[in-house]
């Protein structure tokens, strides 16, 4: 059925403004506004009902990592779900499509993360992972090990735990905290390095763990959660000197390591997970996207076999679980999803050819007298946008106002970027080609120059 039919772009637009609550969207502009209505996808191209196509340069929602409209992802879904569209993973049943699933996930990411709980997204995943750490500690004889320590700028999900361990204020404002998490500062040198050269300051930032574990008692203190790269907080690129500081006081201190691959997951760095970019040992690693490539919403935490021999020798039944764990389409769009990636190296392209060819592009961008930094580690980058060059101290009055008109001018030009504070973020489908990374430079050119 196609929706768009006989049908034009004010009428959606009319019944999204009378219905239609977005997330993360001021309701009352964009009904000022209105939404753009998006109908059709091939590649890394999107279009919407008037005819205007657009470059996806945000992959979706980071996620889209196998580029839009692959026939054989909605094969395989029609075949599941003529076959078995429905059955639940609870109460000693499994079926084919969750079983290979949990198999082929084992085998794509690091090494010893050799067990899977599914969830239906990346926020689902980490209030799994708010359980199960404390689950783990009582399991271990250790009940008051409860504090999660996260990141300011962090981004976790918008469930009631995953925004607790985010570190975004604005979220916390609006409803509230849930007790026992802290966050620290986040590895960001152009924001918070002050006077530190970029090594130094990263290595100060993984510190503050430390002194966070010391200040709140290394007998309270259950987990560290991180993702590799900040993606929602505006794709903050730590300095080398951080994860292996972090690695360090992981080790050394009695806390569990997880390691959020909800956008670094599945070829985004440039190598399988972000985990094997920054060499981490993750206790636990929550991954959502790019593992159906958003085809179907599907998550879940990958387990580390020392946590997991604990929870299954020890556990008994881990009160915990969604309908949909595990559902049978979605793991059947995520299976074929990963097959497509390691049959055609999607992969291999993006740190072969792909991000190298972008990143020498994106890197000039630093000479735009609009731009503080330009930063990128695989297919995700960021510019951070600055009223005045050179120095980082300066910043745009109010902060954000610059980003957001970048960001529409980028989507006028025909570009979909995403604008966090005042940084230009960018995280194209991995499949990217060289002829449309051409295009996309081209069209990030015109918009900073449009800005300017
Ligand atoms: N974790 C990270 C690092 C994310 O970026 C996101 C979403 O952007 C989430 C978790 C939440 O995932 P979801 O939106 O699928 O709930």
Redesign the pocket.
């Known amino acids: 059925m196609n929706l768009a039919r006989n049908v034009s772009t004010a009428d959606f637009q009319r019944l999204d403004a009378a219905h239609h609550l977005h997330p993360f969207t001021d309701t009352r502009q964009l009904n000022a506004e209105k939404s753009r209505v998006m109908s059709k996808a091939h590649g890394v191209w999107l279009w919407d009902t008037d005819g205007n196509r657009y470059l996806d340069g945000m992959a979706g929602?980071?996620?889209t990592q196998i580029g839009h409209g692959r026939r054989e992802v909605a094969d395989a879904v029609h075949a599941q779900m003529m076959e078995l569209e429905y059955s639940n993973t609870f109460f000693k049943t499994t079926h084919p499509p969750a079983a290979r699933l949990s198999e082929v996930v084992a085998e794509v990411t690091p090494d010893g993360l050799n067990h899977v709980f599914f969830t239906?997204?990346?926020?689902?995943?980490?209030d799994t992972v708010f359980r199960m750490v404390r689950y783990y500690w009582q399991l271990q004889d250790k009940p008051a090990k409860q504090i999660i320590i996260g990141r300011k700028y962090?981004?976790?999900?918008?469930?009631v735990a995953?925004s607790a361990l985010?570190g975004m204020d604005g979220m916390h404002k609006q409803a509230g905290m849930v007790p026992g998490v802290h966050h620290i500062t986040p590895p960001h040198w152009f924001d918070f390095g002050g006077d530190m050269s970029r090594e130094d300051f990263g290595v100060w930032a993984a510190k503050e763990l430390e002194r966070a574990i010391d200040e709140l008692g290394e007998e309270n203190v259950a987990a560290f959660i991180a993702?590799p790269i900040?993606?929602?907080g505006g794709v903050l690129i730590p300095p080398d000197s951080y994860w292996p500081e972090i690695s360090r006081i992981c080790s050394e201190r009695e806390i569990l390591l997880v390691v959020?691959?909800?956008?670094?997951g599945f070829g985004r760095t440039g190598k399988w997970f972000g985990s094997d970019t920054y060499g981490l040992k993750p206790d636990l690693m929550?991954i959502?996207?790019g593992l159906s490539s958003g085809y179907l919403?599907i998550?879940g935490v990958m387990v580390a076999d020392r946590v997991a021999d604990v929870l299954i020798d020890k556990g008994g039944e881990f009160y915990h679980g969604y309908t949909y764990s595990g559902h049978p389409a979605a793991c059947a769009a995520a299976l074929e999803n990963l097959r497509i990636m390691r049959e055609e190296r999607v992969v291999e392209h993006c740190a072969e050819e792909a991000a190298p060819y972008l990143q020498e592009k994106w890197r000039s961008f630093a000479d735009h007298p609009l731009v503080g930094e330009a930063r990128m580690v695989g297919l995700f980058g960021a510019l951070e946008l600055v009223p005045a060059k050179p120095g980082r101290t300066e910043r745009f009055d109010p902060v954000g106002a610059v980003g957001t008109i970048a960001r529409d001018f980028s989507f006028a030009n025909g570009l979909i970027m995403r604008a966090v504070r005042d940084a230009l973020v960018i995280s194209p489908p991995l499949v990217i080609t060289r002829e449309e990374i051409d295009q996309l430079a081209k069209l990030v050119e015109k918009t900073l120059d449009d800005t300017l």
Not at 154 to 159: A, L, P
Not at 260 to 264: A, L, P, Q
């Open positions: 929602l980071w996620c239906n997204s990346g926020s689902e995943a980490n962090g981004y976790h999900g918008s469930t995953a985010g993702e900040m993606g929602a959020d691959e909800v956008i670094c929550p959502a996207k919403p998550g």
